[in-house]
């Protein structure tokens, strides 16, 4: 939460709950996480950045956004967190990710809040859209999301992409998981969900191509009915809580009510983000 007191102070409440007073709104602003960085594009503040993740170059965004990013010194990862190299930099601010909650934070901390706002709201107007889209479905397919490093690991219900399932209009082929992150199935198990749609993720370590010739796979109705679909990855993982990842809930949209909701309307609505958040032509 945040707010400016009557002096013009900026009075910020952190995820654990302290309170960060700024007398100004933050200059140099430390990003330790992907999700955060490409919050900086799409409030408009990317030129207050002066430190970035480490592999900023495998991010596609920023090239096409802000290609000065890859040029900033590095911070490690948000497990690996270089904290004296942080330091060096001399932030008013470090930032790691907690969507909606750190984009209104950063907003009024480097005075981009009308930005902001106008970022949540494309959040609460698109969600509004997709759940009248889905809420019209009597029946809703089965969509199984695999991970980066086979087609054997699941998202759990526990993980951020269950939500991209369920906005989109989907249930979880894999409800039954417990685990916490991507977990490790079996061929039996994946042919026991026997998913309607089946979805590669960004970097993934395999293809499309790959699952409809396991001939391990034929049998199940993603493979057989040909509903087997790789993520876009030449911006951003869709499948993530970054500033775009709405348009993962869209894109799956697009497949599951393709009649309600067309692919075509959907390129349309992402070119827009990215121009109107990005300021960058898709």
């Not at 000065?68 to 967190?81: C, M």
Request: aromatic share 8%; charged share 25%; proline share 5%.
């Amino acid at each position: 939460a945040a707010d400016a007191g009557t002096s013009g102070a900026i009075k910020i409440t952190d995820a654990v709950g302290r309170e960060v007073v700024l007398d100004k709104p933050a200059d140099k602003i430390v990003s330790g996480y992907y999700i955060t960085t490409s919050m900086m594009i799409a409030l408009g503040i990317e030129d207050k950045l002066v430190g970035i993740e480490a592999k900023a170059a495998s991010r596609p965004i920023y090239g096409l956004a802000a290609p000065e990013f890859l040029n900033l010194p590095d911070v490690g990862t948000a497990k690996e967190f270089n904290l004296e190299g942080c330091i060096s930099l001399e932030p008013d601010l470090v930032v790691l990710p907690k969507l909606l909650e750190t984009i209104s934070m950063i907003g009024q901390a480097a005075g981009a809040k009308e930005q902001a706002e106008k970022l949540i709201s494309y959040y609460d107007t698109k969600l509004e859209e997709l759940d009248k889209i889905s809420g019209e479905k009597t029946e809703k397919p089965s969509v199984y999301i695999a991970g980066t490093s086979s087609v054997l690991t699941a998202a759990a219900p526990a993980m951020y992409q269950n939500s991209v399932i369920e906005t989109a209009g989907g249930v979880n082929a894999a409800s039954d998981l417990t685990d916490k992150g991507w977990a490790n199935i079996s061929y039996e198990q994946l042919i026991a969900y026997n998913p309607d749609i089946l979805v590669i993720i960004p970097e993934a370590d395999f293809t499309k191509e790959d699952v409809m010739k396991d001939g391990q796979l034929a049998e199940i109705n993603a493979v057989k009915n040909a509903q087997v679909y790789e993520m876009p990855e030449d911006f951003e993982a869709w499948d993530s809580p970054v500033p775009s990842g709405i348009l993962g809930c869209m894109w799956l949209s697009s497949i599951i009510n393709e009649d309600k909701y067309p692919f075509d309307t959907f390129a349309e609505e992402a070119a827009d983000f990215y121009k109107e958040f990005y300021h960058t032509d898709i």
